[in-house]
């Protein structure tokens, strides 16, 4: 016989109510029962809990200890079981979420943890500023539940659920010292021999082939004078007037000071943002999809 949770229900029961006889009444079933199952019990753990005196049965020591260990058993299954159900309706848990601080000013990740936070308010979000290429191996590796990533190429299709949001494009950023004596789209002209702070390949490959392949197609070739790590780093340097960057379109939407962004004409690198979980993502996953979704669907 294996200990399970009726068994100590049971028996807690004896110990609570002062006797088989009660303990049958309050669970509303046969005192025979409720016998059998002390009885096997006392066999699987090989101690007397109960003593008869006479008609009385009363708890020996060793009863005593028990019933108060089984009591703190039944109380944390209790405890883990409204836990779970509180997760299954939305009312408790927690969601780790990776986001890039380029697109975490306006659209739908703002909107989307915002709208999360009020309808599952007592659910915890950690919320973790990284690059799309961690943050896509962190997702693989359930370090993460959900993700707002730009493509890549360690995108495993068949192991992530994946919901297109929009595509960014690309534009220079400079100093508003930098004085182009034009409105609109820049030239190539405009652009040419301008120091420029980039970013290193390793931190998003195929991105970086890109943006290096459509600089070449007009004729630009970037004259490196420093690299970043992210694009929050780069605007930093850009401002402070280390050189100018070609930087992800989302940031218009938080300019920094003394930063100013311009179209160059010709330029082109549409960047596909993205909403990435795994293909078996838990219910809170879940629930945050569906609200992407929904923000998705009113901007289309």
Not at 42 to 54: D, I
Not at 134 to 156: C, G, M, P, T
Not at 167 to 192: H, Q
Not at 234 to 258: D, F, Y
Request: charged share 25%; net charge negative; with cysteine.
């Amino acid at each position: 016989m294996e200990m399970e949770l009726r068994h100590l229900r049971y028996f807690v029961a004896v110990a609570d109510h002062g006797g088989i006889t009660h303990a049958a009444e309050r669970l509303n079933i046969a005192q025979p029962a409720v016998s059998r199952q002390i009885r096997d019990l006392e066999a699987e753990l090989g101690v007397e809990l109960l003593v008869r005196e006479g008609r009385r049965v009363i708890l020996s020591d060793a009863g005593r200890a028990f019933a108060e260990r089984a009591r703190a058993v039944l109380a944390a299954s209790n405890d883990a079981a409204e836990e779970a159900r509180r997760i299954a309706r939305g009312e408790a848990g927690h969601l780790r979420i990776g986001l890039l601080e380029s697109a975490s000013w306006s659209g739908h990740l703002p909107q989307a943890l915002s709208r999360f936070a009020r309808t599952y308010p007592d659910v915890r979000m950690d919320v973790v500023p990284m690059g799309s290429v961690e943050q896509i191996n962190a997702v693989l590796a359930e370090d993460l539940d959900a993700a707002f990533v730009y493509r890549q190429e360690n995108l495993v299709d068949e192991a992530l659920s994946i919901l297109p949001l929009r595509v960014d494009n690309v534009m220079l950023a400079a100093s508003v010292d930098l004085d182009f004596e034009k409105e609109g789209a820049l030239d190539l002209g405009d652009i040419d021999g301008l120091p420029i702070v980039s970013f290193p390949r390793a931190v998003a490959p195929a991105y970086h082939d890109a943006l290096n392949a459509a600089l070449a197609r007009i004729g630009f070739d970037p004259t490196i004078v420093q690299e970043a790590e992210n694009e929050t780093t780069m605007l930093s340097l850009v401002s402070a007037g280390v050189g100018c960057a070609i930087v992800n379109s989302a940031n218009k939407h938080r300019p920094p000071e003394h930063v100013r962004f311009h179209e160059v004409k010709g330029l082109s690198v549409p960047i596909e943002f993205l909403f990435v979980a795994r293909q078996n993502a838990g219910d809170l996953t879940q629930r945050l999809r569906v609200i992407v979704e929904d923000i998705n669907a009113q901007k289309a």
